[in-house]
């Protein structure tokens, strides 16, 4: 019988869901153990900053309804290399340790305008990494582009740190990507027609109206 | 194995067919089809698992959502397979009918990016159905431009076969009647959206010998009753191709020529059969049969027949009629002139053009269309003229994305909801260039790696030269202007650098000519020297052209099948 089935048992003994079952499994341990690289307070809190980067507004859901914080959890796991996935997991440790230093208080503490503010800025320092890696980028000449290619190809290239992208500029590609793909964003937000039939090439469109969604 | 046959006469019985077609992708269906429509029993081989219309296409109908990465390639496959990874049309809901590297290895003494689909339908299931027809500035190209061998056959010979494989597969297009681009049996054309068409207008009043025209593909607009017999109806404009379509919208083997053969009572399917070679009779001086190994247990079978198509897909065309060897033809099958594996060529696909378009942000478009503006090749087309030969097929398109929101504040509900409404029309061209078949263009058996089944595995050496560099050089320069001119804005030129492959148009290596010395096959896709062996998927071409291939591949397939007929019923083969 391992730890899990233990849990099941135990749970069911009890006749109910149990509280701190993250720590139950750890043995307690601090910080909490992970599946995989992210544990479920991870996903909670990337369901939130997803939603304060998305939030819910009259025309459409926000980016918890569409379960991002879970979706970052198997983008990362699955699709991300050894370096960004460091980058991003390193990323929601500096999150929270920004947000207790600036508010006293965790992400999770902190009302939704703090949160808004707070990624506002966040949004920036990534904005202006972008900038400088883009800078690095337009230094390079077509030859030494070819050549990151090749070695990217061939799995030998080691991107310097210089060009290490902002942790928040992932979780923030990924909420978008995730959320737009996702059956609420490309439903309510968006417009989504599985099988349009035909081709319309000219259409009238007026400002407000939703894009496709594929 | 040799040419002695140690099989009881009961099995060779069982295992005798009037003709055997090896491949079931978009040529070895048609070559099918004829052969099953004249009454001749088939056996058509397969070295990969069956598909059956409607019944295997898993992902056809799911949304986005319903794939657990959105779509994306998990980053594992990718780094264990980084060939197929490149290839535009492999995703999550795809890559099931591509073939992972790891699977099947070959040997790249030069990079060269194959891309193959092993299941019955082959690479019809995947392709990007476009149709045009060669002029006859194509057939006439490699003796006019002194490159490869004459094409023993010019537009007159091959436009019937175009009608006929047109009619049945179904091809939507304008009757355009430009003399560089045939025009074909169509079903209405695809719409141009209203940028497209203003882009159109402008290259158009600009040069006076480039046409800008809508693209011509293999997609049912309205179905007429012979695409009603084949149990197919109107694409529904999704663009899900690549999974396989449940309404048989888009010309497949699976959904046309396969059930169309089988329905004559004529064929018969061998999947999960992977041909070793072709067997040589010594004494009656032919091909009587084929080698087969079971791709799941190994196990060697032979199979008979009077007729042999073999219709692989070029690169394994080359590599099952190299590894046939006999004491007549101790090089490969047919290879008295030590040609076969030479004379690849592919299509030059490195460069795109980008632009952002603006204005007429009243306008936009409904549903997904599976084609594009295009403008037939207008280098060197009357007369040698350039710093390069031959030329190259434009292709653009226009879009609207989402919109970016860079104007507001980039996190919370006000950003959200500028997200979603449609964003700046951004335009995208690619060419389609002309590649010459050169002697040192080529692939070849290794000499000690073999394959889980005991096959030598394919080595590639085939690059890109100067002559594709200058073509580049020209489309790149040729295709900002045009988007210049048609008023488009921050133009950026791109060249990929990609190695030869995606392109997806691998052609020659066992081509067609008039001379036995210079060439394999004759003006019927016939060895010259075997004459009940044809050969009429990309293998067999002589030049390229600059369009895109899978209809010619068609129209000699269906020619040549008809021939074959017609010879084995005179008694010739």
């Known amino acids: ?214 | 194995m040799g040419d002695t046959l140690n099989i009881n006469n009961k099995a060779k019985q069982q295992n005798t067919y009037d003709a055997i077609v090896i491949g079931s992708g978009i040529s070895g269906g048609w070559a099918a089809k004829e052969l099953c429509d004249h009454g001749i029993k088939t056996l058509l081989l397969e070295r990969g698992r069956n598909v059956v219309h409607l019944k295997d296409y898993p992902t056809a109908t799911m949304a986005p959502w319903e794939f657990p990465h959105h779509g994306e390639i998990p980053l594992k496959i990718k780094e264990e397979n980084p060939v197929v990874s490149r290839c535009y049309a492999f995703y999550e809901g795809s890559q099931h009918f591509f073939v992972k590297d790891t699977e099947h290895p070959y040997i790249q003494q030069k990079p060269f990016d194959w891309i193959r689909g092993y299941q019955v339908g082959g690479k019809s299931l995947l392709w990007a159905r476009q149709t045009q027809r060669w002029s006859k500035y194509e057939f006439e190209g490699p003796a006019r431009d002194n490159y490869a061998v004459d094409w023993p056959i010019r537009y007159d010979d091959i436009a019937p076969w175009y009608s006929h494989v047109e009619k049945f597969a179904g091809i939507s297009g304008n009757y355009d009647g430009l003399e560089t681009l045939p025009d074909g049996e169509f079903l209405p054309a695809w719409e141009m959206n209203c940028v497209e068409k203003d882009i159109q207008q402008k290259i158009n009043a600009a040069y006076p010998n480039r046409n800008v025209i809508q693209g011509r593909c293999a997609h049912l607009t309205k179905p007429n009753q012979i695409h009603i017999e084949q149990g197919r109806t109107q694409c529904q404009a999704r663009s899900l191709c690549e999974r396989g379509c449940p309404f048989g919208g888009y010309f497949s083997s699976n959904a046309s020529t396969i059930p169309w053969a089988l329905k004559t009572g004529n064929l018969t399917i061998q999947p999960e059969a992977t041909v070793h070679s072709i067997i040589y009779d010594d004494k009656l001086n032919k091909a009587v049969g084929v080698r087969v190994i079971n791709t799941n247990t190994k196990h060697a079978t032979e199979y008979f027949a009077k007729i042999i198509f073999v219709n692989a897909a070029c690169f394994n065309t080359n590599l099952i009629l190299l590894n046939s060897t006999s004491n007549r033809f101790p090089n490969g099958f047919g290879n008295d002139n030590g040609l076969l594996g030479k004379y690849i060529a592919f299509h030059n696909y490195r460069g795109t053009v980008s632009a952002s378009y603006d204005g007429l942000m009243d306008k936009y478009y409904f549903g997904r269309r599976p084609t594009q503006p295009m403008m037939p090749n207008f280098r060197n087309v009357y007369k040698q003229e350039m710093d390069f030969q031959r030329g190259y097929m434009t292709f653009y398109g226009a879009d609207r994305g989402r919109a970016s929101g860079d104007s507001l504040q980039q996190i919370g509900g006000e950003y959200k909801d500028a997200l979603t409404e449609a964003g700046d029309w951004y335009v995208s061209m690619m060419m389609q260039g002309e590649t010459i078949p050169k002697k040192t263009n080529e692939v070849f058996l290794s000499k000690d790696k073999k394959d889980d089944w005991g096959i030598p595995q394919l080595v590639f050496n085939v690059d890109y030269d100067d002559n594709d560099e200058r073509l580049l050089k020209d489309f790149l320069s040729q295709g900002a202007e045009m988007l210049d001119k048609a008023g488009c804005k921050n133009i950026v030129q791109h060249d990929s650098r990609q190695a030869p492959g995606l392109d997806i148009h691998e052609m020659g290596g066992c081509r067609m000519g008039k001379d036995p010395g210079t060439s394999l096959l004759n003006a019927y896709n016939q060895f010259h020297n075997c004459k009940n062996v044809f050969v009429s998927d990309g293998a067999c071409m002589t030049s390229t052209g600059t369009q895109n291939p899978s209809l010619t591949f068609m129209a000699l397939t269906a020619r040549a099948a008809n021939y074959a007929v017609d010879e084995l019923k005179k008694g010739n083969i």
Request: with cysteine; hydrophobic share 35%.
């Open chain 1, 1 to 214: 019988m391992d730890r899990r089935e233990a849990l099941s048992r135990v749970a069911l003994i009890m006749g109910g869901t149990i509280i701190g079952a993250e720590a139950f499994l750890s043995g307690c341990k601090n910080p909490p153990a992970k599946e995989g690289l992210f544990s479920t307070e991870d996903v909670a809190l990337l369901d939130e900053v997803g939603d304060t980067i998305l939030p819910t507004t009259a025309a459409s859901p926000g980016a918890k309804a569409a379960q991002i914080g879970a979706f970052m959890k198997v983008i990362v796991t699955d699709c991300y290399t050894p370096e960004d996935q460091k980058i991003f997991t390193d990323g929601i440790i500096k999150l929270q340790d920004a947000a207790q230093k600036k508010y006293s208080k965790s992400f999770m503490e902190m009302s939704p305008e703090q949160r808004t503010e707070f990624l506002i800025a966040l949004d920036k320092e990534a904005n202006d990494r972008s900038k400088e890696i883009a800078a690095n980028d337009s230094k390079l000449t077509d030859e030494q582009k070819h050549e990151r290619k090749l070695q990217q190809d061939l799995g030998t290239y080691k991107r310097p740190v210089e060009d290490d992208p902002h942790y928040f500029s992932l979780i923030k590609q990924l909420t978008l990507w995730g959320y737009f793909t996702s059956k609420p964003g490309a439903t309510q937000a968006l417009r989504y027609v599985a099988v349009p039939g035909s081709y319309q090439g000219c259409i009238p469109y007026k400002k407000g109206d939703k894009a496709w969604a594929t």
